[in-house]
């Protein structure tokens, strides 16, 4: 696993998601009560973006239909989803935001995607 840069901190304040890419692979970076955390970005529900979503004291909320997911472990603690989101680890060094990833991470990162997505990529 290698630490690759996303984002500045700067990019990410307190309480907000956002999106961003490492190579093929679509991250939702978050920061919620200080701490950020990086997330696949496609609700396992219907495949909406969670860096469209927001952060609810329990995590990640969907803006689609409300399910929420704990930002550490990816577990959907609301349905209506029940799979839970791939999560990554991340490290904030100089002002600038790090996520560990594998090579096979980035590679099948369009393959993070929900259900519906990953039958029209084949
Ligand atoms: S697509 Fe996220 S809750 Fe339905």
Redesign the pocket.
């Known amino acids: 696993m290698e630490y690759v840069r996303v984002a500045r901190s700067g990019q990410v304040p307190d309480g907000y998601v956002r999106r961003f890419f490492a190579g093929e692979l679509e991250l939702a970076v978050a920061r919620l009560r200080g701490t950020a955390y990086a997330t696949s970005n496609y609700?396992t529900?219907?495949?909406?973006l969670l860096s469209s979503g927001k952060l609810v004291d329990d995590g990640i909320g969907?803006?689609?239909?409300?399910?929420v997911f704990d930002l550490r472990t990816g577990e959907a603690v609301c349905p209506?989803?029940t799979e839970p989101i791939k999560t990554f680890p991340v490290k904030e060094e100089n002002g600038e935001i790090f996520v560990g990833l594998t090579e096979h991470d980035i590679a099948q990162g369009s393959r993070l995607a929900g259900p519906r997505r990953r039958g029209t990529a084949g």
């Open positions: 609700c529900h219907l495949d909406c969907c803006s689609c239909h409300g399910s209506p989803a």
